[in-house]
C-alpha cells in the first residue's frame, strides 16, 4: 500500500512539474493527434487560450500541418527537432521541440516539450 501512495506522489510531482515548467511549453496529445493538456507556457507560446488548444489538431498552425515530424513521432519513441508554426496573428515563431510517447491510463499518447529556437 505504501508503493501505490508514493508512486501517486512521484506522478502528481511529475505532473505538477512539467505544468509549472518555466519557458517549456507542454502539450500532451492524443493518438487522433488532438491535444488533450497544455500547460500555460503553451498558451503563451502560441498565443491562445486553454480552450481554444485543448482539441486543436497537432501542427494546425504548422506548415504542411507537421504531417513529418508527426510521421516521425509515430514511428520512434524519442524524436527532437526544430519547426515553425505561425500565431493567428501572422507571426511566424521558430521553435524546438522533443516529442516522445508514453501512456496515460493505460493509453498511448506523445507528449512534447516546446521552447523557443535561439
Known sequence: MAEDAQQILQRALIGEALDCAEGTAVFVWNEE?????VNEE??????????????????DLSPDR????????????????????????????????????????GLGYMVSLVWPAR
Open 33 to 37: 493527434r488532438h491535444y488533450v493538456a
Open 66 to 105: 507537421a504531417a513529418p515530424e508527426i510521421e516521425l513521432v509515430r514511428r520512434s519513441p524519442l524524436v527532437r527537432g526544430t519547426s515553425t508554426f505561425t500565431r493567428r496573428g501572422g507571426e511566424t515563431v521558430a521553435v524546438e521541440w522533443v516529442t516522445m510517447q508514453t501512456r496515460v491510463a
Open 42 to 59: 503553451a498558451c503563451r507560446l502560441v498565443g491562445l487560450s486553454r480552450a481554444e488548444l485543448v482539441g486543436m489538431p497537432v501542427g
